[in-house]
């Protein structure tokens, strides 16, 4: 496993952090908590040190019993609220009062990384105002050590909320961003400024739907030729990333998106969740991976030059 310091932070975390949200909610889904269980503590087993979760996912429980016996220096942990709760902005007590909740589910007495949750523009402001302040006495207090905030990637790809945010405020140790092989113009609106300042970055959506499903990646693609975004040119309408698995370059399309994702400079983390242990031991080796070849990385920049507008879900 390769680690990193987590931006401003003194966290010295795996590049891969194990996400436990997304589609696959480590297999919660269906119910299972013992095999969510078998996922994190295997993660933890493959080396991975940073666990990903949120109040709303379902998994807290399942990080705190998978990681219980494990001193609890050794891991860090991020978990989330929303910036609104019932359909109404959050007050900051009730805010408080839900990171208790997940400090009882996760059971522990802090968590590393405390962020907002999927925050949408319009919750920006509101948050920065109201939230912010409590959320720095929770840290005076030591229930959480750093700050972090989570873009809304899938109505907001072009991260309208984070980019500027970023440029007028200084209150975010950590950030979680949208960033693929589909998307990456994070490079140029976020990615510059974390790095200015410091701010630690947890990369999402590096696999997901169209990534991991061929079908899914061929309506994408299509989708992208009609809004005149990519050239149908550049790349094979029935197959459109296969040059990546040709000649040894990776062995699987998941596996040269996440070390695209891995090798973005400024990328700290790249998140992975699934809930299928091979999937798992398989993402892990693929996140030690090379870079891929520079032709390779020049020819996906080039594709997706124009692409701020889909997530990849
Ligand atoms: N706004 C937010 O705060 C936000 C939003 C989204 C995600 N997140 C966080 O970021 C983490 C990562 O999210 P993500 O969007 O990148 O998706 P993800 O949760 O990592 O999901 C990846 C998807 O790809 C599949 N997959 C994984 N490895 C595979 C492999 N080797 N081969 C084939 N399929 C594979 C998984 O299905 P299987 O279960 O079948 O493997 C899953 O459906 C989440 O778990 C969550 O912690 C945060």
């Known amino acids: 496993m390769l680690y990193t310091t987590l931006g401003r932070t003194d966290f010295n975390v795996s590049r891969m952090g194990l996400g436990c949200g997304g589609h696959s909610r480590l297999g919660m889904r269906n119910g299972d908590l013992a095999g969510a269980v078998r996922i994190v503590r295997e993660a933890y087993d493959l080396g991975v040190n940073f666990f990903d ?7 807290e429980e399942a990080v705190g019993k998978g990681l219980a016996g494990i001193p609890r220096e050794k891991v860090f942990i991020s978990t989330k609220v929303g910036a609104t709760w019932e359909d109404e902005k959050s007050t900051s007590l009730q805010m408080r009062e839900r990171l208790e909740g997940c400090l009882g589910r996760l059971g522990t007495d802090y968590v590393d990384v405390f962020h907002l949750h999927g925050v949408p523009l319009r919750d920006y402001a509101y ?7 409590e959320m720095i006495r929770l840290k005076e207090e030591g229930k959480i050590r750093a700050i972090g905030i989570t873009e809304s990637f899938i109505p907001e790809p072009d991260h309208r909320m984070l980019a500027p945010g970023l440029l007028a405020d200084d209150c975010w140790d950590v950030v979680m961003l949208g960033f693929s092989v589909l998307n990456q113009s994070a490079r140029h609106s976020v990615l510059p400024m974390t790095m200015e300042r410091k701010v630690g970055t947890l990369c999402m959506f590096a696999v997901r739907r169209a990534l991991s499903q061929p079908e899914a990646l061929i309506d994408l693609m299509n989708q992208l030729v009609q ?10 309408h029935f197959d459109p990333l296969g040059f990546l698995t040709e000649s040894g370059v990776a062995g699987s399309i998941q596996e040269a998106a996440y070390r695209y994702c891995l090798w973005e400079p400024g990328i700290d983390v790249v998140l992975s969740g699934t809930g299928n242990i091979e999937h798992l031991r398989e993402n892990a080796r693929s996140l030690c991976g090379e870079p891929l070849p520079d032709e390779v990385r020049r020819r996906l920049a080039k594709i997706f030059a124009h692409v701020d507008s889909v997530s990849g879900n």
């Open 53 to 59: 979760t949120a109040e709303s996912y379902g998994t």
């Open 127 to 133: 948050s920065v105002e109201f939230l912010v302040p």
């Open 227 to 236: 809004e005149d975004l990519v050239d149908p040119y550049d790349f094979e």
